[in-house]
């Protein structure tokens, strides 16, 4: 049998270090208290970006999307970047991808493999 794979987010902000395990197909992410993963930082939209559990190519496998800004669309205002490089609109996140979102706030995507 396969080994499952454990979806995680490192997160870190003003009010530093939390791991977060993602099970779920779409968490908002932002300032607003209304959102799934609340970060501390002025500098984070209200509504900053939204992560969606997308098919993988690997039958029975998926993975995480991050979209910036709000589900209807309005981007963030300080956007998402890549690993230190690129500004991204939408981007299909890969193990060990660090997102910057805001001066002193970054999510570092994380599988994992459990083995039964």
């Known amino acids: 049998m396969a080994p499952t794979q454990s979806h995680q987010l490192l997160i870190s902000d ?9 099970d779920g197909l779409k968490y908002t992410i932002g300032r607003d208290v209304t959102n799934n993963i609340q970060l501390h930082s ?6 900053h970006a939204v992560l969606l559990r997308v098919p993988a190519s690997e039958l029975g ?23 230190y490089q690129n500004r991204v609109s939408s981007y299909d996140l ?19 493999l459990e083995r039964d």
């Open 14 to 22: 003003a009010k530093g270090n939390r791991k977060m395990l993602l």
């Open 94 to 112: 890969c193990h060990g991808d660090i997102l910057t979102l805001a001066p002193n706030v970054q999510l570092t995507y994380l599988i994992e």
């Open 42 to 47: 002025r500098f984070v939209s209200r509504q």
């Open 61 to 83: 496998r998926y993975l995480y999307r991050i979209v910036d800004g709000d589900l209807s669309g309005k981007p963030s205002v300080n956007g998402v970047i890549v690993n």
